[in-house]
T-cell receptor, first 115, second 117 residues
């Protein structure tokens, strides 16, 4: 079975400071990893994905994520937070081993950027 | 590109009635669509996976007779909540898979807020 853990329910960061939203995963095969952002009463918006290749993935709105296989982590980062980044962030994993197709989402982390 | 729409964006219905929610992929063909349910301050719970032209695959614990899913075309899937009850009130989100060579990426609709009174 595959799983995703987002250990922090909420992350607070001052505007202009770097931010990190943590995610760890568990899969039996090679992971496909995703980050999504959700604004209130809205669907999820895709931020970035890791499939293969460079461990540092760059995505939308200045976000990036670092894939660390040894630590089974895929933390989301941004060098300088904006108030408009305040939202709910979901990490997701898809295990392609054996043709398993389902995407599993983490419980979400609320990011609050303080002006 | 890869835009997914949902209609309606919000709906209020009386207990015992049925509600249909539409999910459309606007600029691509989606052979697979997913329906999720999200409770306040919680993650997305996959309800079912639908493939065009075939029956939906429901997750364990989801009542297939209550949540009817139809994927009649490559751009449209519908979720019908039958005999709705207040406990069915939730945020329903659909997602469509963009089939490319590598990632089979999913794009999400804006969601439908269902309130059953």
């Amino acid at each position: 079975a595959q799983s995703v853990a987002q250990p922090e329910d909420q992350v607070n960061v001052a505007e202009g400071n770097p931010l990190t939203v943590k995610c760890t995963y568990s899969v039996s095969g090679n992971p496909y990893l995703f980050w999504y952002v959700q604004y209130p009463n809205r669907g999820l918006q895709f931020l970035l994905k890791y499939i293969t290749g460079d461990n540092l993935v760059k995505g939308s709105y200045g976000f990036e994520a670092e894939f660390n296989k040894s630590q089974t982590s895929f933390h989301l980062k941004k060098p300088s937070a904006l108030v408009s980044d305040s939202a709910l962030y979901f990490c997701a994993v898809r295990d392609f081993s054996g043709g398993y197709q389902k995407v599993t989402f983490g419980t979400g982390t609320k990011l609050q950027v303080i002006p | 590109g890869a835009v997914v729409s949902q209609h309606p964006s919000w709906v209020i219905c009386k207990s015992g009635t049925s509600v249909k929610i539409e999910c459309r992929s606007l600029d691509f063909q989606a052979t697979t669509m997913f329906w999720y349910r999200q409770f306040p301050k919680q993650s997305l719970m996959l309800m079912a996976t639908s493939n065009e032209g075939s029956k939906a695959t429901y997750e364990q614990g989801v009542e297939k007779d209550k949540f009817l899913i139809n994927h009649a075309s490559l751009t449209l899937s519908t979720l019908t909540v039958t005999s709705a009850h207040p406990e069915d009130s939730s945020f329903y989100i659909c997602s469509a898979r963009v089939r490319d060579r590598v990632s089979y990426e999913q794009y999400f609709g804006p969601g439908t807020r269902l309130t059953v009174t």
